[in-house]
């Protein structure tokens, strides 16, 4: 069955810091990964994806993510954490391009990040 | 990237009543779109999703004549809430993704509370 972990409900980090949000993943075939952020009663934020190439993806804001396919993670990263940064961050995959139409994405719980000054 | 414009961004209703939901893609045409619903501080739960022109394929334990969907049109889908409950308080988030994007974009949610 297909299914994402985050496996920290919280992270909590001081600004300036680096930070790591935490994904695993199960998917048949090849996946396609991706991370979103959340704003308090907003709807979500693209942020970076993996299709296929490079591991280490760039997004916006500054984070990164890199996908390993031998342990099906998909961490996100920042160098310099800002307390603006504080977020609900969320990691989503899909089946990749034989998954034809079929754009449903499985999420996983969350990650509450808070950035402390 | 693309815009999804969800309306209205909050909505309080009587028991009983109907509280529909619009979500439209505002510079591209989308087949599909994805209705969530979210409890605070929860992940994203997905109750349907809304295919223009036929009938919105619903996830299991979502009554589809409670939450009914229509996508009329290639850049407009509905969710009506029908008779409303206080149980149905909850942030409905609506996505699509367009054609030739693999990354869904998200409207800024409608918070229904139902009094």
């Known amino acids: 069955a297909q299914s994402v972990a985050q496996p920290e409900d919280q992270v909590n980090v001081a600004e300036g810091n680096p930070l790591t949000v935490k994904c695993t993943y199960s998917?048949?075939?090849?996946?396609?990964l991706f991370w979103y952020v959340q704003y308090p009663n907003r709807g979500l934020q693209f942020l970076l994806k993996?299709?296929?190439?490079d591991n280490l993806v760039k997004g916006s804001y500054g984070f990164e993510a890199e996908f390993n396919k031998s342990q099906t993670s998909f961490h996100l990263k920042k160098p310099s954490a800002l307390v603006s940064d504080s977020a609900l961050y969320f990691c989503?995959?899909?089946?990749?391009?034989?998954?034809?139409?079929?754009?449903?994405?499985?999420w996983g719980l969350g990650t509450s990040l808070a950035v402390n000054p | 990237g693309a815009v999804v414009s969800q309306h209205p961004s909050w909505v309080i209703c009587k028991s009983g009543t109907s509280v529909k939901i619009e979500c439209r893609s505002l510079?591209?045409?989308?087949?599909?779109m994805f209705w969530y619903r979210q409890f605070p501080k929860q992940s994203l739960m997905l109750m349907a999703t809304?295919?223009?022109?036929?009938?919105?394929?619903?996830e299991q334990g979502v009554e589809k004549d409670k939450f009914l969907i229509n996508h009329a049109s290639l850049t407009l889908s509905t969710l009506t809430v029908t008779s409303a409950h206080p149980e149905d308080s909850s942030f409905y988030i609506c996505?699509?993704?367009?054609?030739?994007?693999?990354?869904?974009?998200f409207g800024q949610g409608t918070r229904l509370t139902v009094v």
């Open positions: 996505s699509a993704v367009p054609q030739l994007n693999t990354e869904a974009f």
């Open positions: 510079d591209f045409q989308a087949t599909t």
């Open positions: 809304s295919n223009e022109g036929s009938k919105a394929t619903y």
């Open positions: 998917v048949s075939g090849n996946p396609y």
């Open positions: 993996y299709i296929t190439g």
């Open positions: 989503a995959v899909r089946e990749g391009r034989n998954a034809g139409n079929n754009r449903k994405l499985i």
